[in-house]
């Protein structure tokens, strides 16, 4: 197993490298692949935990962990490789965590922002809350950006009837 150290935040490469080494050393119980490609380009890793012997991990119940949703909240993905590193160190030693692994999947993302982390973790760092692709983009799509509908130089938050909804107005407060 890579060594992991608790006391320090991985940049993108160093958490990747952890990740292919977990699956190098434990293939039987890991596998890694990418949930698809943040706006600056870097996979989002997911590692999938089980006992692949025991079955598929979509046959089995299953636990998601995520990490690192907002771009300075790096802390989680320090947890989330705590976790792997306990489930896969502790196979065969902690009957708990074998139980688990043979009869369940756990999917693990580290980190789901990796390029607001990078940023954060930068040698010059910069703070910024969500994500780096800009806002309010320039493809504004219909809907998502507050707009004056009618004209009448207001924006306002209106009720629309869904035919299909099952709420129903309020008798005071319409």
Not at 63 to 89: C, K, M, Q
Not at 143 to 148: A, P, S, V, Y
Request: glycine share 6%.
């Amino acid at each position: 197993m890579p060594e992991i150290r608790f006391d320090t935040y991985y940049r993108y490469d160093d958490m990747t490298r952890i990740l292919q080494d977990c699956v190098a050393e434990y293939p039987s119980l890991c596998r890694l692949e990418s949930m698809g490609q943040s706006y600056e380009g870097r996979d989002i890793w997911v590692l999938i935990l089980t006992n692949f012997e025991t079955g598929p991990d979509a046959e089995k119940p299953a636990f998601w962990v995520d990490g690192n949703i907002h771009a300075t909240e790096v802390s989680p993905s320090t947890a989330a490789l705590y976790l792997i590193d306990r489930l896969l160190t502790n196979y065969g030693k902690d009957e708990r965590i074998t139980y688990a692994l043979d009869s369940r999947a756990f999917y693990v993302v580290p980190r789901l922002n990796p390029d607001g982390a990078e940023w954060a973790l930068a040698d010059t760092p910069r703070f910024i809350r969500s994500s780096v692709r800009p806002y309010p983009r320039q493809d504004q799509l219909d809907g998502l950006i507050q707009e004056d509908i009618d004209g009448d130089g207001r924006i306002l938050q209106m009720r629309l009837k869904d035919p299909h909804g099952s709420w129903k107005i309020h008798p005071d407060e319409p």
